[in-house]
């Protein structure tokens, strides 16, 4: 008989709320390890291969992207999950999920995309993870969507915290997305998520992090010499320095990023642990209702962390260079949006009967944003050059 390790605050898969169709659970698999297989295989995290994190998918092949970074934090999150005494299975299927719902070019592109959104109610990547998995994904005879777990729907929605002031606050803030599925399904927004699902939320902090270092110094965009006067980073290289003097440089910087990378990870272990040795809440729900998140960095390590993002956007995100591709992927977006928007009779089959049978204007804009933000930038760029280009070769 398999002894139970969780914690009394973590959420338990017999324990789970259930879905919003019911089904017969699996005999051999967790409720938590089925909607993991169902993220994995779902469309939308296949895409996530060929789309953006930082650089665009044709500069280079050793780049993050929202495939591997996906990875990457569900790999923090099973760790800090399972040191914690948490549901590692429940992490690791928030973390897998968390940016289902981005649009090619990254940020930029949901930025892009949120502009020529804003009089249709605007949109938000958070949000269309959501819509992905309860609605856009139709492989499953008795329903739309994954049919995923409460819990995994709670901390896709509100991993980064409450989007509510309180059980009556104004709903009005919400994204229609997130507020038309509350309706239906009730995700308790104006409470945190399970611990579970903040770890998944500061595993993407510590995941991206990390990796932007590591692309940004592959890049060339800034080099160790620049990063040793970050609280966070320097000391890492000097203690690479002092154990392997003379080590070669690929070793070196690698040797120096995942003493970066483990220092975020200790600290986060080592505060929530001490937070929650020191609040106990008795069950998941208790933990909930706590008014703060559970799962948190030291107050040090976060300004650390915010002096390294920081650097980042000044040196990286903000680069000219990534400048350049950002205002080009920007203008794909919009050029896309506002042709779909006007001649809807372009678009392909499905989509198209979808944008012509839209009751209004702000409906038929929802279907054109679902269908962009579901390209990756190869298909986003190749939708552009056949829309816009005389002499390309019309067809799919």
């Not at 295989?41 to 789309?51: D, V």
């Not at 992927?329 to 012509?356: G, H, N, T």
Request: include cysteine.
């Amino acid at each position: 008989m398999r002894v139970d390790t969780h914690a009394p605050y973590a959420v338990r898969a017999g324990g789970a709320r259930g879905r919003l169709f019911a089904e017969d659970e699996s005999a051999h698999r967790t409720a938590f390890q089925r909607d993991r297989d169902r993220i994995i295989h779902s469309s939308a995290f296949r895409r996530l291969k060929h789309k953006t994190q930082v650089f665009v998918e044709h500069e280079g092949d050793y780049y993050r992207t929202r495939l591997t970074h996906s990875i990457e934090v569900a790999q923090v999150a099973r760790t800090v999950s399972r040191t914690l005494g948490l549901n590692e299975d429940l992490a690791e299927a928030v973390a897998l999920a968390h940016d289902l719902g981005h649009t090619p070019f990254g940020h930029t592109g949901e930025d892009a995309l949120h502009e020529c959104m804003a009089p249709y109610g605007g949109f938000d990547h958070n949000a269309q993870a959501l819509r992905i998995v309860t609605e856009l994904e139709t492989r499953y005879a008795g329903f739309d969507g994954l049919n995923l777990t409460w819990e995994v729907l709670e901390g896709i929605a509100k991993h980064n915290g409450p989007l509510l002031d309180g059980a009556g606050g104004d709903r009005a803030r919400l994204h229609c997305t997130l507020a038309a599925y509350d309706a239906r399904h009730d995700l308790e927004l104006h409470t945190h998520a399970s611990a579970e699902a903040q770890v998944a939320a500061l595993s993407d902090d510590i995941a991206y992090n990390h990796h932007d270092l590591d692309d940004g110094l592959r890049a060339g965009l800034f080099t160790v010499e620049e990063l040793r006067d970050l609280a966070l980073v320097g000391p890492c290289f000097a203690a690479v320095e002092a154990a392997h003097p003379g080590l070669e440089s690929q070793r070196f910087q690698h040797e120096g990023l995942r003493r970066v990378f483990g220092a975020m990870v200790e600290d986060v272990l080592t505060t929530s642990a001490a937070t929650l040795r020191d609040l106990a809440p008795a069950s998941p729900e208790a933990l909930r209702a706590m008014g703060a998140p559970a799962i948190r960095f030291s107050a040090p390590m976060w300004a650390q962390m915010h002096e390294l993002r920081g650097f980042l956007f000044a040196r990286m995100y903000r680069h000219w260079a990534v400048a350049r591709m950002r205002r080009k992927m920007a203008a794909v977006v919009k050029e896309l949006f506002a042709i779909f928007m006007d001649s809807p009779s372009v678009l392909p089959d499905d989509w198209r009967q979808a944008a012509q049978a839209a009751e209004d204007q702000t409906a038929r804009a929802r279907v054109v944003a679902d269908y962009i933000a579901g390209m990756t930038d190869r298909f986003a760029l190749h939708e552009h050059r056949d829309l816009t280009d005389p002499m390309a070769r019309t067809g799919r």
